[in-house]
Protein backbone atom coordinates (compact mmCIF):
# COMPACT_ATOMS: atom_id res chain seq x y z
CA UNK A 1 0.00 0.00 0.00
CA UNK A 2 1.27 2.95 -1.09
CA UNK A 3 1.48 5.42 1.62
CA UNK A 4 2.75 9.40 2.00
CA UNK A 5 3.33 11.48 5.23
CA UNK A 6 3.73 14.75 5.61
CA UNK A 7 5.20 16.85 8.21
CA UNK A 8 7.42 20.34 9.00
CA UNK A 9 4.37 22.63 8.86
CA UNK A 10 3.93 25.09 11.10
CA UNK A 11 3.43 29.18 11.80
CA UNK A 12 6.19 31.55 10.80
CA UNK A 13 6.36 35.09 9.75
CA UNK A 14 6.92 36.59 6.28
CA UNK A 15 10.34 36.27 5.12
CA UNK A 16 11.10 32.98 6.96
CA UNK A 17 12.22 29.71 6.13
CA UNK A 18 10.42 25.95 6.74
CA UNK A 19 11.22 22.44 5.26
CA UNK A 20 8.66 20.07 4.70
CA UNK A 21 9.16 16.67 5.00
CA UNK A 22 7.30 13.69 2.59
CA UNK A 23 8.19 10.26 4.14
CA UNK A 24 7.18 7.70 1.72
CA UNK A 25 6.45 3.57 1.68
CA UNK A 26 4.58 0.93 0.02
CA UNK A 27 6.65 1.17 -2.97
CA UNK A 28 10.02 1.23 -4.41
CA UNK A 29 11.31 4.62 -4.03
CA UNK A 30 11.97 6.33 -7.61
CA UNK A 31 8.82 4.14 -9.17
CA UNK A 32 7.16 7.14 -9.10
CA UNK A 33 8.26 11.22 -9.19
CA UNK A 34 7.32 12.75 -5.89
CA UNK A 35 5.17 16.18 -6.24
CA UNK A 36 3.92 19.20 -3.47
CA UNK A 37 0.95 20.70 -4.36
CA UNK A 38 -0.91 23.15 -1.82
CA UNK A 39 -4.26 24.16 -1.73
CA UNK A 40 -5.72 27.35 0.17
CA UNK A 41 -9.04 27.87 1.57
CA UNK A 42 -11.50 28.95 -0.99
CA UNK A 43 -9.24 28.20 -4.21
CA UNK A 44 -8.08 25.50 -6.27
CA UNK A 45 -5.36 22.81 -5.48
CA UNK A 46 -2.06 24.26 -7.24
CA UNK A 47 1.00 21.97 -8.18
CA UNK A 48 3.63 23.54 -6.33
CA UNK A 49 6.98 21.26 -7.14
CA UNK A 50 7.77 17.64 -8.60
CA UNK A 51 11.09 15.32 -8.37
CA UNK A 52 11.88 12.93 -10.88
CA UNK A 53 14.15 10.27 -8.63
CA UNK A 54 16.17 8.61 -11.66
CA UNK A 55 17.32 11.71 -12.89
CA UNK A 56 16.86 14.26 -10.08
CA UNK A 57 14.91 16.22 -12.88
CA UNK A 58 12.82 18.85 -11.27
CA UNK A 59 9.59 21.02 -11.55
CA UNK A 60 8.21 24.30 -9.97
CA UNK A 61 5.42 26.40 -10.39
CA UNK A 62 6.20 30.07 -11.33
CA UNK A 63 5.15 31.56 -7.95
CA UNK A 64 7.53 29.57 -6.26
CA UNK A 65 10.51 29.21 -8.50
CA UNK A 66 13.80 30.42 -6.96
CA UNK A 67 12.38 30.54 -3.33
CA UNK A 68 11.64 26.79 -3.02
CA UNK A 69 13.71 23.86 -3.30
CA UNK A 70 12.89 20.39 -4.08
CA UNK A 71 15.16 17.20 -3.09
CA UNK A 72 14.88 13.92 -2.37
CA UNK A 73 17.00 10.79 -0.09
CA UNK A 74 16.50 7.24 -1.16
CA UNK A 75 17.90 6.14 1.62
CA UNK A 76 15.14 7.47 3.59
CA UNK A 77 12.17 7.40 1.17
CA UNK A 78 11.35 10.63 1.39
CA UNK A 79 11.03 13.91 -0.11
CA UNK A 80 11.62 17.48 1.39
CA UNK A 81 10.60 20.66 -0.17
CA UNK A 82 13.15 23.42 1.42
CA UNK A 83 10.50 26.69 1.50
CA UNK A 84 12.17 30.22 1.91
CA UNK A 85 11.48 33.81 1.86
CA UNK A 86 8.14 32.46 2.68
CA UNK A 87 4.92 35.01 1.73
CA UNK A 88 1.87 34.98 3.17
CA UNK A 89 0.58 33.92 0.10
CA UNK A 90 2.26 31.19 0.84
CA UNK A 91 -0.40 29.70 3.10
CA UNK A 92 -1.92 26.49 2.20
CA UNK A 93 -2.57 22.83 3.30
CA UNK A 94 0.47 21.61 1.46
CA UNK A 95 0.25 17.72 0.52
CA UNK A 96 2.83 15.16 -1.21
CA UNK A 97 1.80 12.75 -3.79
CA UNK A 98 3.26 10.18 -6.09
CA UNK A 99 3.32 10.02 -9.45
CA UNK A 100 3.67 13.75 -10.57
CA UNK A 101 4.66 14.75 -14.17
CA UNK A 102 4.89 17.76 -15.86
CA UNK A 103 4.03 18.90 -19.32
CA UNK A 104 6.68 20.74 -20.64
CA UNK A 105 4.32 22.72 -23.28
CA UNK A 106 2.27 24.09 -20.73
CA UNK A 107 4.49 23.68 -17.57
CA UNK A 108 1.50 22.38 -15.89
CA UNK A 109 2.35 20.05 -13.22
CA UNK A 110 -0.07 16.70 -13.58
CA UNK A 111 -0.81 14.40 -10.96
CA UNK A 112 -1.19 10.70 -12.74
CA UNK A 113 -2.20 8.53 -9.36
CA UNK A 114 -4.68 8.78 -6.57
CA UNK A 115 -1.61 8.67 -4.01
CA UNK A 116 -1.80 11.51 -1.90
CA UNK A 117 -0.79 12.52 1.49
CA UNK A 118 -2.53 13.47 4.59
CA UNK A 119 -1.60 17.43 4.46
CA UNK A 120 -0.04 19.61 6.44
CA UNK A 121 -0.79 23.27 7.05
CA UNK A 122 1.60 25.82 6.29
CA UNK A 123 0.45 29.61 7.53
CA UNK A 124 2.53 32.35 7.17
CA UNK A 125 1.94 35.79 9.13
CA UNK A 126 2.54 38.92 7.29
Known amino acids: EVQLVESGGGLVRAGESLRLSCATS????????IGWYRQAPGKEREGVSC????????YYASSVKGRFTISSDSAKNTVYLQMNSLKPEDTAVYYC???????????????????WGQGTQVTVSS
Open 26 to 33: GFTFGDYA
Open 51 to 58: ISSPDGST
Open 97 to 115: AAGCSWDTSTMNLIQLYDY
